[in-house]
Structures are given as C-alpha cells and as structure tokens.
C-alpha cells in the first residue's frame, strides 16, 4: 500500500489518509493520543470508497473534506465523513482540452482569501475553482510537463508551481499571469543531472522558498531569484515544510529530516515507512492535545510525532 496524501479534520480531532487504492481512511487523533488507548485506537474508525484510482491529494476547509485523483476532485462534508456510508457531496472536472483526457490531480490548494481551490496535475496546468459556485474561473498555462506541487504566498495573492519541467514559476492570482519563473536544475550548485531535474516539493515563508526533488533540496529568496542554502541531502525529497525556525522534508528513506535554516542537518528522526510522501502538521487550535507531525508514504503506516524528537506510535490503515 501507498499513501499519498493527509489532511486534518477542522476540529484537529482526526485525521484523513488516501491511499493508493482510492480508500480514505479517518483516524481519531484524540484517541489515539488518549493515556487510556489501545491498538484499536490506532485502527481507521471509518473507511470508504472516494475514488477509483489512487487519492493523490486532499484539503480540508471548515466544513469539507477535499479529495483528488485521477480528472475529479470530490467534496464530503466532515461531519458525514464519520458516519457510515458517507455519500459524496459534489464532484467537479476541470475543463480538459479533450473529453478522452483524465489527467491526475496532483495537489490542491486552498487560497482562503478568495475562497477558491486550486488544482493541478497532469494536463500541466493550473485550475482555479471557486468553491461557492463549483465553477472553474481560470486556468493558468506554463509549465510543459505535469505538475507536482503547489504553495501559497499568504501575505501576497500569488501561488508557487513546481513540476516536472524542472521550473518553478510564481503566478499573480490577480491578474492570472505569470510573473517569475526559476529553472532551478539551470543553477549548477543545485543541479543532480543523474537525478532529473523535476521538482517534487515546495513551500513558502514570506519572501523565502524551499524547494527539491531532482535538483538539491534549496532555500531561495525569492524577490532575487537567489539560492541561499543548499541542503546537503541526497536522497530526492518529496515533501517539505517551514516550521518555526527549521525545514521539514521528507522523501526516500524512512527519516523526517530536521535543517536548520544555515543547512546544518539538527536530527533524523526514522519513521516505519521505508519512504515518505507526505507530511502534515496539526496545529488547529481547537485540539491543542492533538498536536502532531504525521507522516505516511510507502507503507500502511502513519507514523505520529508527539514532539520532533521521536515517533511516538503509528496509525495503520
């Protein structure tokens, strides 16, 4: 079994994984965390059926969960999703350039100020949907492969695109055009040839932004295109985050990977997985007792981490 992707209910009560089945499984975070849990505790309390093919990426808003995979993306509404025999609430296509094409949706991307999702895959484009009419506004053009990731700069209205192409190009939301563009495998203190030059993971801090896969795994200023900090990791990363004053990442291998933002590798930390695609950090204030890091990839396992030191028990699917 593959996990592909994670999402945190709006309670921070629970947890929702996708698997490579098209299965989303919902954990109780409370009770797995509870001093009075067992091993049951640490089992699905709901699994259904959301997709045919693999569940590649998923959100959740106040009130929906989000899910994607192969040309759709589904919306289920979070107090259903725990009951039994949940029923999807809506499901939406973007507008593919021909009927036959059924593209995955490799991220999701919530911009809450516009309360709009934004999806992109494999038809190398950008699809910008609002979320109260289910209609798609636009569609943002410019990558030549299929895209991986996404990351949004919170303070401006802009979105960051990282694919196969090797380029990560930023796009003003509000005027629907691209507006810089690093080709970060150009950049010979970043390039890995033997690994290709897809980007795989990103994330965003203000005016700064980490990014890898093929290329190192590299923070950049962003206002001066400028690779500030190669991170001394050969495996490919597959995922990354800002987190207080360190660097997430997570890809081959088993560890979450703990960077100073000087490069200086502070700790690896294993997990049961012999690879990881996906992390997700629990900070919704609501559930204060549930803050964790999980993390899932090539297993059946979600590895939880009470604090970054060590993994404290894993959920399985």
Not at 55 to 62: A, E, K, L, P, R
Not at 142 to 153: E, K, P, Q, S, V
Not at 169 to 194: F, G, M, N
């Amino acid at each position: 079994m593959t996990i592909f992707s994670q999402s945190v209910s709006p309670c921070g009560k629970f947890l929702a994984a996708g698997n490579n089945y098209g299965q989303i499984a919902i954990f109780s975070l409370s009770a797995a965390l509870s001093s009075e849990a067992k091993e049951e505790s640490k089992k699905p309390v709901v699994t259904f059926q959301a997709h045919d093919g693999p569940v590649y990426s998923m959100v959740s808003t106040d009130r929906h969960l989000l899910s994607a995979g192969d040309g759709e993306v589904k919306a289920w509404l979070w107090v259903e999703v725990l009951k039994k025999g949940c029923k999807e609430l809506w499901h939406r296509q973007p507008p593919y350039r021909t009927s036959l094409e059924v593209p995955e949706i490799n991220a999701l991307l919530l911009v809450p100020k516009e309360n709009s999702l934004i999806l992109a895959g494999g038809d190398c484009q950008l699809h910008t949907m609002d979320l109260e009419t289910g209609t798609f506004t636009r569609a943002l053009r410019g990558h030549t492969d299929y895209i991986h990731c996404l990351a949004l700069r919170e303070r401006s209205p802009e979105v960051l695109s990282g694919g196969e192409d090797g380029a990560v190009r930023l796009w003003d939301l509000r005027t629907a055009k691209e507006v810089q563009t690093i080709e970060v495998y150009k950049h010979e203190e970043c390039s890995r040839p033997h690994n290709g030059r897809w980007i795989g993971c990103l994330a965003t801090d203000s005016d700064w932004m980490v990014c890898g896969g093929g290329p190192a795994l590299t923070l950049w200023h962003l206002r001066s295109s400028t690779p500030t900090t190669i991170f001394p990791m050969r495996a490919p990363q597959k995922h990354v985050t800002f987190y207080q004053d360190l660097i997430l990442s997570a890809g081959q291998g088993c560890c979450v990977n703990q960077w100073q933002l000087s490069g200086e590798l502070k700790a690896q930390v294993p997990g049961s997985s012999p690879g990881l695609l996906s992390l997700s950090l629990n900070q919704q204030p609501a559930a204060p007792e549930c803050k964790v890091l999980t993390a899932a990839g090539n297993s059946c396992r979600v590895d939880v981490f009470t604090n970054l030191g060590y993994r404290a028990f894993s959920l399985s699917f």
